[in-house]
Nanobody
Framework: QVQLVESGGGLVQAGGSLRLSCVAS????????MGWFRQAPGKEREFVAA????????HYADSVKGRFTISRDNAKNTVYLRMNGLKPEDTAVYYC????????????????WGQGTQVTVSS
């Protein structure tokens, strides 16, 4: 079955950096759009970034543009989220997701989800 496993979360001070990874199995990774979402306590899950099949097309939420970078390595079935300049408001559980159609920014666009990794940014 399809599995998406995130890693790389943790506790970091404001201004710091983290790199999240998501390893996929059970699907033809290179044919899936990959996305990152996040959910802060008491809030709905929100879109963070997405990347097309070859990595040539990327979309970002306005709140992370210029600070976060999404990338993928199809040979390793892995998508990454490099997060620089972290702020306390970036604190959330980060989820990776896979979509076999268009690049989307809503949860409904994605078909498979990981379990999430916690990112906590202290002020």
């Amino acid at each position: 079955q399809v599995q998406l496993v995130e890693s790389g979360g943790g506790l970091v001070q404001a201004g710091g950096s983290l790199r999240l990874s998501c390893v996929a199995s059970g699907l033809t990774f290179s044919r899936y759009v990959m996305g990152w979402f996040r959910q802060a306590p008491g809030k709905e899950r929100e879109f963070v970034a997405a990347i097309g099949w070859t990595g040539g097309i990327k979309h970002y939420a306005d709140s992370v543009k210029g600070r976060f970078t999404i990338s993928r390595d199809n040979a390793k079935n892995t998508v990454y989220l490099r997060m620089n300049g972290l702020k306390p408001e970036d604190t959330a559980v980060y989820y990776c997701a896979a979509a076999f159609s268009r690049i989307g920014t809503t949860e409904e666009d994605y078909h498979y989800w990981g379990q999430g990794t916690q990112v906590t940014v202290s002020s």
